[in-house]
């Protein structure tokens, strides 16, 4: 049994089971110890309690060992590991972005992952007590969310 970090994950709007099961998978191995699902974000279950294959094939038995809790609001969640001490950390292209490199948080942290095409939006960048991004060198934009998720993560936590 691996030590669990205080981090947790915010999985919003992700469109693709299989990108939130390697997720699962990934968070699983740096000690996340919990994932919340927001929005539309599918479940490790379906609404009959029956597992989702498409989840299962690439979270490897994660998705049943990891908690997890699916909140439909996201600032409802939000407000609620505020009142927590949460550090709120949104992982995100934009103007007020820092580099990922450069984020050290010392206190309980929550990073936030958003849709895989139009990302988080600036109502959730707003929340945040920093926004993070992958600097891309290539002549793509951006990493696949379940990539950057795994890039963030082994760095930001120091794993």
């Not at 206190?107 to 990302?119: D, H």
Request: overall charge positive.
């Amino acid at each position: 049994m691996q030590h669990k970090t205080h981090s947790v994950l915010i999985l919003h709007n992700i469109r693709s089971a299989y990108n939130v099961g390697s997720i699962f998978r990934t968070a699983d191995a740096v000690g996340i110890s919990k994932i919340y699902l927001t929005g539309y974000t599918p479940t490790p279950t379906d609404r009959f309690g029956r597992t989702r294959k498409d989840i299962q094939k690439t979270a490897l038995s994660s998705e049943k060992t990891m908690p997890w809790e699916h909140v439909l609001q996201i600032n409802t969640l939000i407000k609620r590991l505020r009142k927590e001490d949460f550090y709120i950390i949104g992982v995100e292209q934009s103007k007020q972005s820092v580099d990922y490199k450069t984020v050290h948080p010392k206190q309980k942290t929550a990073l936030i992952f958003g849709n895989e095409v139009r990302g988080l939006s600036s109502a959730v960048l707003k929340k945040c007590d920093i926004v993070a991004e992958v600097p891309m060198k290539g002549e793509k934009e951006s990493l696949n969310v379940a990539v950057a998720t795994g890039v963030v993560l082994f760095r930001v936590l120091d794993v």
